[in-house]
C-alpha cells in the first residue's frame, strides 16, 4: 500500500535524490526518493553460506567465498554446517575476514530451508543466502541493488547454460520467475545459481527441515514473490 506524504527537506538533500532520476531505471523523483530510503533501510548486513552437505570443502574456495561476501558490504556472515563443521573451524581458525562469523551446526541436516530457518534468532533485516558448492564472479553489490529497486520478496541469480548442464526448469517473464522446478526432466537454459537475497518475513514460510529447491521456490514462484537476477559472469557448480 502507497501513502502521499507531504515532507520539507535541504535543497542539498533534494539535489542528490533528482540526481538519481534516469539511472537504475528510476523515472522520476517519487521513485527516487523511494529508491534512496529502500538503500538506507533494507541493507543487506547478513549472509548465510549453507554449507552442510559440503564434505571436500577446499580452503581457498571458501577463502574467496568469504570475500566476495565481505567486499559487498556484508556485516555478519552464518556458516551452516553439519558433520564437517570441525573442518570449517580447522579452516577458519587462522583466517582474517572483516565480518563476524557465527557458526549453525546441523546435529542432522536441516535442508537448505531448515538451515536458514535455524538461523532466524540472527537475522533482522534482508538477508544474503549462499550455496557452498558454488564459484563465482557476480556482483553481489549489483545483485543487492537489483533486489532493493522493488518490492521484492525473494530474489535468485540465474545464469544462462547449456540445455544438457540445466538442472532446472526456470520460466521467466520480465524479471518474474512464473514456475521453477528443480531436478526435472523438462529444462531450461536458465539455471539456478545458489545465489538468493531474501526480504526478513520470508522465515515465517521456511519449514523446520527442507529444501529451499523443492519446497519454497515452487511456492514462492506460484505467489508471485519470486525474481530473477540474470547474470552473465563466470559461474559453476563444484561438487
Not at 520470508?202 to 521456490?217: A, C, R, T, W, Y
Request: charged residues 25%.
Amino acid at each position: 500500500m502507497r501513502e502521499k506524504i507531504s515532507i520539507s527537506l535541504d535543497s542539498e538533500i533534494i539535489k542528490k535524490v533528482d540526481s538519481l532520476i534516469g539511472k537504475e531505471n528510476i523515472r522520476n523523483k517519487s521513485q527516487a526518493f523511494e529508491f534512496a530510503l529502500k538503500k538506507y533501510f533494507s541493507s543487506v548486513n547478513t549472509a548465510i553460506l549453507l554449507l552442510g552437505k559440503e564434505y571436500n570443502i577446499k580452503k581457498d574456495n571458501l577463502i574467496k567465498t568469504l570475500e566476495k561476501i565481505a567486499a559487498a558490504g556484508i556485516k555478519e556472515i552464518i556458516i551452516a554446517a553439519g558433520p564437517n563443521l570441525s573442518h570449517i573451524f580447522e579452516i577458519m581458525k587462522d583466517t582474517k575476514i572483516g565480518p563476524e562469523i557465527r557458526y549453525i551446526e546441523e546435529k542432522t541436516l536441516y535442508g537448505t530451508a531448515g538451515a536458514i530457518k535455524a538461523a532466524q534468532k540472527y537475522i533482522n533485516s534482508p538477508f544474503l543466502v549462499l550455496a557452498g558448492n558454488i564459484e563465482f564472479d557476480i556482483d553481489l553489490s549489483r545483485m543487492i541493488e537489483f533486489h532493493n529497486q522493488e518490492d521484492r520478496l525473494a530474489t535468485m541469480c540465474v545464469t544462462v547454460v547449456k540445455l544438457s548442464e540445466s538442472t532446472d526448469n526456470i520460466n521467466i517473464n520480465g524479471d518474474r520467475i512464473e514456475s521453477f522446478s528443480y531436478k526435472t526432466k523438462s529444462k531450461s537454459r536458465f539455471n539456478n545459481a545458489g545465489i538468493y537475497i531474501f526480504e526478513q518475513k520470508i522465515l515465517g514460510q521456511l519449514p523446520d527441515k527442507g529444501s529451499l529447491e523443492k519446497d519454497v521456490f515452487p511456492m514462492l514462484a506460484s505467489q508471485g514473490n519470486l525474481f530473477a537476477y540474470t547474470s552473465s559472469r563466470e559461474w559453476k557448480n563444484i561438487r
